[in-house]
């Protein structure tokens, strides 16, 4: 396959090369990039979104389609090869697409550790053969002797999720959001249980430049979830009555900076899952991938998940983010950063270093 996509690759004119992304999760973030890095861009767009992208400019040509699944059409397929459209794949790729396999279009980034980041074991697998520290997972229900926080396969923005602390408290919670249409009997049978850590959110995203050959960090998030970041605006007594199951679906992310002493940390732990990528899939992770943890109150950070891809948090970055500024001394996101990438590797003649 890589074969096939580098021959594609091979036959772009290089002086005309598109940044093209499906117009949702970090969309704006990507166009808005390129551009800025001087490229033109390509959004694929529902009829219904396509206002967005109009209004606010990011993109200088679109294809629209009825579904995103469309993208797998060989006709849409070839409309982008013939634009030389080098595809950047965020959060709704998985979502909406499934298998980036299915693409015969340069892909930024490395396709296989893409794949890895959809199931919750190899990721596991992943982060603790880097040397992280994970939260432990229980194998099934009965298990349970602590606060777990039950999961749901794939990318669905923590929809359905809910706390327990026992195996009685955890079926009846299933229950009850099974009753009440949140998930599906389907979903419970697939439930991963893990160690709920008590602590803070911090979403920590990196990119790796094989041009510079360094990792860098460019911004860091936490998510904004409902209904978990609400309940603290209700009392405790009113929160008792209401009988209300805290649930994790996100509606938007909030910058951070993070106290300086844990940067070490955090930017040793970027550099292992870096390392053990090589290792999981060659030449390993090529552009932006983010690790998301929680931090005790002894500062210890456990990582849930990684992503190997831009995440949509990282639009908190959009011009700069603190340490993105520190770095570059000059407006940068990670979106400008991907484009920033594709353009140096075009310069040095390595863009095929960049492409799977
Ligand atoms: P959407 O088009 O908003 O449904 O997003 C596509 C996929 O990306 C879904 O699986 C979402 O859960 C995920 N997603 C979108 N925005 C965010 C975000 N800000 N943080 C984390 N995940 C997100
Ligand atoms: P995920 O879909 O795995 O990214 O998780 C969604 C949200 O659930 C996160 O943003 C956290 O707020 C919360 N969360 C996930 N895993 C844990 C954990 N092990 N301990 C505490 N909170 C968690």
Redesign the pocket.
Known sequence: MRDRILRILSSYRKDDIRIGTIGSHSALNILRGAKDEGFETVCICRERERFVYENFGVADHFITVEDFRDLLNENVQKKLRERNVILIPHGSYNAYIGSLYNLEIPIFGNRVLMEWETL?EKQREWLLESGLKV?KTYPSPEEINGPV?V?YPG????SG?YIASSPEEFWRKANELVNRGIISQEDLKNAHI??????V?A?FSFFYSPVRERIELIAID??Y?SN?DGIGRITAKDQNEMNIIPT?T?VGNIPIVVRESLLSRIMEDGMKVYEHSKKVAEPGMVGPFCL?S?IDEKGEI?Y??ISARIVAGSTVGIPASPYSYVLFGENMYMGRRIALEIRLAIEKDMLGELIF
């Open positions: 919750r939260p926080i999961k990318a669905r923005g923590g999720y893990q160690q709920y850590i008590i602590g959110p979403y936490r998510r979830e978990v994790y996100v998301e929680i456990y849930f998940e």
